[in-house]
């Protein structure tokens, strides 16, 4: 099979054509009117987004992955929706938000004429999430799928026309459709093999910028989990979102090994925090 290299143009008309107008439609008044997820800051928001950003990660560690894999079996979901429903129970205890909208990414081949043609497509898909303090962890993540679902058959649909149905910006900033972006990262363990040549995979690369005020990333692999947060240094600090990540730990050990948990019991602070309070 011939691969071929299409210009960004005729790859758009593709697009285009393949995603219908209702579908755009349909996704649109599910997400109008709907404030974008947005953590209250550590510092005060600038008037202009810099888009200077830094990045933390962490491994959740073989113990914590292995409940992930098992709630995930239990509860018929992937691992990456039970990590998802984790953060989101997060972002709603620091957003005071029960509605909002969030952003995730999918591979933006739907379409069958871009078989063999090398590029990269991935297109944001704009979420409608609900987070009932009432519910438990299990009713949450059943909500979660089929959120996600609908979101999922609307993937044709391009990110910037979703964003012009809304009438919001598509860049993160001011009257942002999706101002945090939490996505499923499959990064292969090891780099590429190709006769001749030596590579090696450099997986943390900080490029000291950011699109989103928090963009999250989630790579489940079997033995093991990683979440990677690249942040806007100008509203948030390192200190915050490790802490962040401390807390989104906890609420997994709680939530996976009873997942019917009431949301609002859940903690929103780690245990290092709470023994500071105490």
Not at 163 to 187: C, E, F, H, M, P
């Amino acid at each position: 099979q011939v691969l071929e290299a299409v210009p960004e143009k005729i790859l758009r008309n593709i697009s285009l054509h393949d995603s219908r107008d209702d579908l755009r439609e349909e996704q649109s008044q599910k997400i109008k009117g709907l404030p974008a997820l947005r953590l209250a800051p550590d510092k005060r928001r600038p008037p202009r987004n810099s888009h200077s950003g830094d990045e933390i990660y962490m491994w959740l560690g073989e113990e914590r992955n292995t409940q992930i894999r098992e709630c995930a079996k239990e509860l018929k979901a992937s691992p990456f929706i039970i990590t998802l429903a984790a953060l989101l129970v997060l972002a709603q205890g620091q957003s005071g938000e029960s509605e909002f909208v969030f952003g995730t990414s999918s591979a933006g081949r739907s379409s069958q004429r871009l078989t063999g043609v090398v590029g990269f497509f991935v297109n944001i898909l704009a979420v409608a999430a609900s987070v009932s303090i009432s519910d438990t962890f299990e009713q949450m993540v059943s909500k979660l799928k089929s959120s996600l679902g609908e979101a999922l058959e609307n993937s044709s649909a391009p990110f910037d026309e979703v964003v012009k149905q809304v009438g919001a910006s598509g860049d993160g900033t001011g009257n942002a459709l999706v101002a945090v972006v939490i996505q499923q990262d499959n990064t292969p363990r090891s780099a590429f093999s190709f006769a001749g040549c030596q590579t090696t995979l450099e997986d943390n690369v900080n490029s000291h910028s950011s699109k989103y005020e928090l963009l999250i990333s989630v790579r489940n692999q079997a033995d093991d989990t990683r979440i990677h947060v690249q942040y806007d240094s100008d509203l948030f600090t390192s200190k915050r979102i490790a802490s962040l990540l401390e807390s989104l730990d906890n609420i997994l050990e709680i939530t996976c090994r009873n997942p019917n948990t009431i949301i609002s019991n859940l903690p929103l602070i780690s245990p290092k925090e709470e023994g500071l309070i105490a």
